[in-house]
């Protein structure tokens, strides 16, 4: 295995992390949460999030160059749903997923 394909490894794996955790957490912990949590906004964001990054791990695994630019998406995605989910609260999970997947794939896109 190349130095390369371990880095996208683990940009895959903590793209599937942050998938499953802000799924989850959207669909469990803030629809019975309610109040800020369900704000539109912040719920539309922790969905998309969730999307981009399982997009992002998918295009991944078919090894296309395309993924730089996926990735690079995904990064941005990732640090606005950290930050959303800090100011709403409660959700540390999900902020440190987000962060994490935010950094791996802001490398794995080139983007600084």
Excluded: N, W
Aim: hydrophobic residues 35%; contains cysteine.
């Amino acid at each position: 295995m190349t130095h390369q394909s371990h880095d996208m490894q683990a940009c895959i794996d903590a793209c599937l992390a942050c998938y499953r955790t802000c799924l989850s957490t959207a669909m469990h912990h803030c629809l019975e949460a309610g109040g800020k949590h369900t704000e539109p906004g912040h719920f539309r964001l922790m969905t998309a999030c969730a999307e981009m990054c399982r997009a992002s791990a998918h295009i991944m695994l078919t090894g296309s160059d395309a993924h730089r630019h996926s990735c690079a998406a995904c990064a941005q995605i990732c640090a606005s749903c950290a930050d959303d989910c800090e100011r709403v609260g409660g959700m540390e999970d999900c902020v440190a997923a987000c962060r994490e997947c935010a950094r791996l794939c802001r490398e794995m896109g080139g983007v600084q």
